[in-house]
Structure formats: structure tokens, C-alpha cells
């Protein structure tokens, strides 16, 4: 069974178009995360949400709306789409450890691939 | 916030060992991860060192850190062609609260 699954897995769309990335995760995990990774591979944090509510919330335009309905699931709507936004997105999640000790050990999922023309 | 800081690219000969550096900014980080990225693939977590060690071995992985100088490296024995991908380095910052990724360091393995 896929631990972190995202769909779909490519997504190719017209500039100005509204799209939604969706993100399941089966480990029982607290925390969700989105990142974004650019064609040079660079690897930025987006979001993270923390049984359903939002603690990280990076610089990113707020075209970028992430929604939580319950701790096993973080989408991505984007709205306007710019070219700029064409990269792979990844969805993660981590299970902080009771006793406060946190090793925060992040479980990716295989990546949505956005292009958008 | 916590800076971490890697070089892109590393070439290496099959059979010969890798060594991935590492640097970071926060003397507060408690754990500190290698994760690998194979071609088309998410990242997945290779190794990981508690702040209160100096070294981990795990097979043909060796993680060092030094903390006085905040820095952290991944020694791969025998390097093979299948050990290409890209390796992330990341850390905890207990004082940010959020785990810290490096840029990547591409792996190139020459057969």
C-alpha cells in the first residue's frame, strides 16, 4: 500500500485555468506538507498542517489555497495559473513522537508534475 | 531561519567512495537527515543523527557530524551506479520548529 499518494501524477493545463492536486496519506500522521521543487531541483516548503490546522504558511501567492477535511488529506487548489507555477509538487507528511521528542521524519509522495502552457 | 547549504554536484568513479557535505546555521538543531531522490521519484529518508552523536554507520552508509561546525557529511563505500540520484540533507531546527531542506547534491556515478 502507497503510504503518501497524490493525484493525478501529471497534470499539463492552460495558463488561467483553476487545478486541484490532492494528497492522502495512510500512516496515521499528524502533519502534512506541500512543497515545491523547481527545475533546478530546488526544494521549497509551501504549507504544513497540523491536525488540520495550518502552522506553516510560506511566502507563496495566495492563488495557492491548501485544504485539510480531515488529518489524512491535504489538497492544493491553485487558482489563475501562471507559467510559473509549472515545477513538481510534493506532498509529505511526518508523525511528531509523544514526550515531545520530534524527529520529524518526512514520507514523500511521488510528485504531481505541473506544466502549464 | 535556519540556512542549509550543499554543493550541486559530485562525480565519482564505480567502486570509489562519495562524500556529501553538508552545513547548516542553527546550533539548536536536534536531528539531522539524508534523504535520496531518484529520477521521477518523491525523496525517500536514507539515514538519519541525533545531535548528540558524532557518527552513525549503517552498512555501506557513514553520517558525520560535527557540531561545533555545523557540519554534517554522507560517506557512501563503494559507490555503484545505482547510488545516482540527488541527496538532500535536511535538518530539525528546535529553535524554528520545521525541518530545514539543503538545495540537493546531484550524484553522478561513472561506471
Known amino acids: 500500500d502507497t503510504a503518501v499518494s497524490q493525484t493525478p501524477k501529471y497534470l499539463v493545463t492552460q495558463m488561467g485555468n483553476d487545478k486541484s492536486i490532492k494528497c492522502e496519506q495512510n500512516?496515521?500522521?499528524?502533519?502534512m506538507y506541500w512543497y515545491k521543487q523547481d527545475s533546478k531541483k530546488f526544494l521549497k516548503i509551501m504549507f504544513s498542517?497540523?491536525?488540520?490546522?495550518?502552522?506553516i504558511n510560506e511566502t507563496v501567492p495566495n492563488r495557492f489555497s491548501p485544504k485539510s477535511p480531515d488529518k489524512a488529506h491535504l489538497n492544493l487548489h491553485i487558482n489563475s495559473l501562471e507559467l510559473g507555477d509549472s515545477a513538481v509538487y510534493f506532498c509529505?507528511?511526518?508523525?511528531?513522537?509523544?514526550?515531545?521528542?520530534?524527529?520529524?521524519?518526512?514520507?514523500f509522495g511521488a510528485g504531481t508534475r505541473l506544466s502549464v502552457l | 531561519g535556519e540556512d542549509v547549504e550543499q554543493s550541486l554536484f559530485l562525480s565519482v568513479r564505480e567502486g570509489d567512495s562519495s562524500v556529501i557535505n553538508c552545513t547548516y546555521t542553527?546550533?539548536?538543531?536536534?536531528?539531522l537527515y539524508w534523504y535520496k531522490q531518484e529520477p521521477g521519484a518523491g525523496l525517500q529518508l536514507l539515514t538519519y543523527?541525533?545531535?548528540?552523536?558524532d557518527m552513525k554507520q549503517d552498512q555501506r552508509l557513514t553520517v558525520l557530524l560535527n557540531k561545533k561546525d555545523k557540519h554534517l557529511s554522507l560517506r557512501i563505500a563503494d559507490t555503484q551506479t545505482g547510488d545516482s540520484a540527488i541527496y538532500f540533507c535536511?535538518?530539525?531546527?528546535?529553535?524554528?520548529?520545521?525541518?530545514?531542506f539543503g538545495i540537493g547534491t546531484k550524484l553522478q556515478v561513472i561506471p
Open positions: 498542517y497540523n491536525n488540520k490546522e495550518l502552522i
Open positions: 535536511a535538518v530539525f531546527s528546535g529553535g524554528y520548529q520545521k525541518v530545514t
Open positions: 542553527d546550533s539548536s538543531s536536534t536531528y
Open positions: 500512516l496515521g500522521h499528524d502533519t
Open positions: 543523527i541525533f545531535s548528540n552523536m
Open positions: 509529505a507528511s511526518s508523525q511528531e513522537l509523544a514526550g515531545g521528542l520530534a524527529k520529524n521524519i518526512q514520507y
